[in-house]
């Protein structure tokens, strides 16, 4: 008896996991150094999906890049821009206030506030917007583009809506 319950001890010990009640080489690794790191993940693949035209995607990963970082302002900056697309200008109004303290005097917040007003019909806040981009960087192409296009639209007849229901 006492050497089957022996027997039974010596195996029951050499079943357990030992590793279980130390580190691992991966726990315990350096990543100090670490050029990368996944929470960009959302920022980056919103980023694809926006130059694609897929702007629904882009605001959905947007808006997750914002819950990893909140004030990022290219996060912001890309969540107002797929919001403006999505034609939720209340969602990038929101967008735009949070970002107005952080880059408002930055090219890139003057020309997607214009478009975004540009999109509303809202001509003349968008020229102002539009004026400043060009101001802080003459040789811009976007800007100089943005005006052009700004110019185009007081050109463009404003109809109402049913107007076209006729034909």
Known sequence: MRTVLTLLLAVGVSGCDLSSFSDSQRSVRDTSNRSYYPDDDPLVEAKVQFTEGNYGRAYTLFDKALDVVPNDPAALLGFAASSDMLRRFDKSDVAYRKLQPIIGNRIEY????????????????????????????????RAANNLEMLRNSVNYPKRASGDLTSL
Do not use: M, V
């Open 110 to 141: 003057h020309n997607n506030r214009g478009y975004s007003l540009l999109l509303r019909g809202e001509l003349q806040g968008a020229r102002t917007h539009f004026i400043k981009a060009y101001e802080l960087d003459p040789a811009n192409e």
